[in-house]
T-cell receptor
């Protein structure tokens, strides 16, 4: 059974810091991996999608990497801003392509 | 291009009543997924549907829960005889109608409170 773990559960940093969020999964047979952002009481916003054949994806200040063989992904946020404060969720799509399996998220707080 | 639309945003039901949650996928999307987020827990997959077909319902509770995605109209998640433990945020996602899974886009969710 696929399990997704995100470390740390919470993170507080001052504005301007670069930071790394970690995601690990137990079954390397995945179709893709997606990082989302969730603001309190809101829905999910897709940040980056990495196909299983890819190693990384970049969008603005965000960079996500994928090491499928070791079951790990990282989300790198450069020059953090208070507006980055949110919960970041990692999810892997099962190989059948029918279900996203989510971690519990990392709650990020960036202080000005 | 409107995103995934869910309604209502908030729903209050008394124990024993029925709850109906609606999801209109993004234009051109024919794949719909339902997820549930319980307090202090992560999102859990419930069901994956294509038009008029349930593809994967492995995450759906066996009793009281059902889902449909008719040829016309929104997808409906129906919870009969609700109990307090059904209180949660229910999210719908959709993906494009192309071969193979692609990026999933989520709605704002319906927050169900059972009193």
């Amino acid at each position: 059974k696929q399990e997704v773990t995100q470390i740390p559960a919470a993170l507080s940093v001052p504005e301007g810091e670069n930071l790394v969020l970690n995601c690990s999964f137990t079954d390397s047979a995945i179709y893709n991996l997606q990082w989302f952002r969730q603001d309190p009481g809101k829905g999910l916003t897709s940040l980056l999608l990495i196909q299983s054949s890819q190693r990384e994806q970049t969008s603005g200040r965000l960079n996500a990497s994928l090491d499928k063989s070791s079951g790990r992904s990282t989300l790198y946020i450069a020059a953090s801003q208070p507006g980055d404060s949110a919960t970041y969720l990692c999810a892997v799509l099962n190989q059948a392509g029918t279900a996203l399996i989510f971690g519990k998220g990392t709650t990020l707080s960036v202080s000005s | 291009n409107a995103g995934v639309m869910q309604n209502p945003r908030h729903l209050v039901r008394r124990r024993g009543q029925e709850a109906r949650l609606r999801c209109s996928p993004m234009k051109g999307h024919s794949h719909v997924y339902w997820y549930r987020q319980l307090p202090e827990e992560g999102l859990k997959f419930m069901v994956y549907l294509q038009k008029e077909n349930i593809i994967d319902e492995s995450g759906m509770p066996k009793e009281r829960f059902s889902a449909e995605f008719p040829k016309e109209g929104p997808s409906i998640l129906r919870i009969q005889q609700v109990v307090r433990g059904d209180s949660a945020a229910y999210f719908c996602a959709s993906s494009p109608s192309v071969r193979g899974p692609t990026e999933a886009f989520f709605g704002q969710g319906t927050r169900l409170t059972v009193v």
